[in-house]
């Protein structure tokens, strides 16, 4: 079955710990995407890439790194210096050719700082 | 400025009651594309609808209509004959349909059915 599958679905952060969370997808889709949400709130864009080792900056991406080395994986590093780590991180992919392209997600992680 | 608002934070009905869920958007241009997601208890974000700004016409899946307004800025989604199964929360997107297709979400609105 073709789809976006994220690891871990839980994940907890230590103070001053970069974690790593992981997006693959099958669909032979070029563009990835990692969106944060937080309670009561949209999602907002942290990075997107729309081709393989190109990758540009979202709205909110201060304090997250990613990396587009393979087109079916675009991990998510959320280093130490984000500093309100906690929230709801969902991965989406889409077809790069044409406008107004439909973003389809991943199951989503949820990050927890101790 | 892009901007989506979903001004229902929270509807709650009766288990085969109709309910809309409205979303008023703001752009500037004049190509635009524009979606409904739905998020049930699980976190994914399921793809329900896309429309262009060219097509303004209704559309009906099922128990599902949307109805697109260019001249309200409106966008709004019904669901006729509620089931439990529709609980979830619902988000509006604007996309400009520009290189970098990105979204603009709405902030959601949290749809209740009660048996």
Redesign the interface.
Known sequence: DGGITQSPKYLFRKEGQNVTLSCEQNLNHDAMYWYRQDPGQGLRLIYYSQIVNDFQKGDIAEGYSVSREKKESFPLTVTSAQKNPTAFYLCASSYRQGAGKTQYFGPGTRLLVL | AQK?TQAQ?EISVVEKEDVTLDCVYETRDT???L?W?KQPP??????LI?R?SFDEQNEISGRYSWNFQKSTSSFNFTITASQVVDSAVY?C?L?E???????I????TRLQVFP
Do not use: Q
């Not at chain 2, 979400?105 to 959601?108: D, E, Q, S, V």
């Open positions: 989506v934070t190509t635009y594309y979606f997601y699980s976190g994914e974000l399921v793809f896309r262009n988000f997107a996309s349909g520009k290189n970098t297709d990105k979204l979400f709405g902030t959601g």
